[in-house]
């Protein structure tokens, strides 16, 4: 954790599974990052952001991971981590040593996974097949089974051939 008189920590956010832990660091436009990583810490230091001014976080974990297996990813607006915890097991129950809340550090729910969902991954953003998948087990829009919609017909019906009663008991507009 960061102390007093300090550089501003940048936003942090992570996630984990049995076995990693995806931690990212929002800082826009960051060059030149220095980056440490420890079996229990994670120090970070860098320019960027909106005024590009200096940023700086130490990360006191949880737990021990394995530094030499980090992955580290430097895009336009994050470092990405995906960090080797040294024992697979139970999730930690926060990120850091510390109990307090850190302002600068969220849960990132879009890599989120319970630890009682099933071990069955199919990568960090999740598959393409997710919304069939889910689709097929909810019956698509009013089929079933793998059956799906077809838009295509030509029998949509005529505007003529059906009134909607809806419209019969509604009150004339006033002007």
Same mark, same amino acid.
């Given at each position: 954790?960061?102390?007093?008189?300090?550089?501003?920590?940048?936003?942090?956010?992570?996630?984990?599974?049995?076995?990693?832990? *995806?931690?990212?660091?929002?800082?826009?436009?960051?060059?030149?990052?220095?980056?440490?990583?420890?079996?229990?810490?994670?120090?970070?230091?860098?320019?960027?952001?909106?005024?590009?001014?200096?940023?700086?976080?130490?990360?006191?974990?949880?737990?021990?991971?394995?530094?030499?297996?980090?992955?580290?990813?430097?895009?336009?607006?994050?470092?990405?981590?995906?960090?080797?915890?040294?024992?697979?097991?139970?999730? $930690?129950?926060?990120?850091?040593?510390?109990?307090?809340?850190?302002?600068?550090?969220?849960? =990132? *729910?879009?890599? $989120?996974?319970?630890? =009682?969902?099933?071990?069955?991954?199919?990568?960090?953003?999740?598959?393409?097949?997710?919304?069939? =998948?889910?689709?097929?087990?909810?019956?698509?829009?009013?089929?079933?089974?793998?059956?799906?919609?077809? *838009?295509?017909?030509?029998?949509?019906?005529?505007?003529?051939?059906?009134?909607?009663? =809806?419209?019969?008991?509604?009150?004339?507009?006033?002007?």
């Amino acid at each position: 954790m960061t102390q007093e008189g300090q550089l501003p920590p940048p936003p942090v956010m992570w996630a984990q599974r049995r076995d990693i832990l *995806f931690v990212t660091i929002c800082l826009e436009d960051c060059k030149d990052p220095v980056v440490n990583i420890e079996p229990q810490m994670i120090y970070f230091k860098g320019i960027g952001g909106t005024e590009q001014k200096m940023h700086e976080v130490t990360i006191n974990l949880y737990g021990e991971i394995i530094p030499n297996t980090t992955i580290q990813n430097l895009r336009g607006r994050t470092l990405e981590l995906l960090l080797v915890k040294k024992e697979e097991g139970p999730y $930690w129950p926060r990120l850091t040593k510390e109990k307090t809340k850190a302002h600068w550090l969220k849960s =990132d *729910f879009n890599k $989120w996974k319970d630890e =009682d969902d099933s071990d069955d991954e199919g990568g960090m953003e999740g598959s393409s097949n997710d919304l069939d =998948d889910m689709m097929r087990h909810l019956g698509g829009l009013g089929g079933s089974g793998d059956s799906k919609p077809n *838009f295509d017909s030509d029998d949509l019906g005529d505007e003529e051939d059906e009134v909607d009663s =809806d419209y019969d008991d509604l009150p004339d507009l006033l002007e």
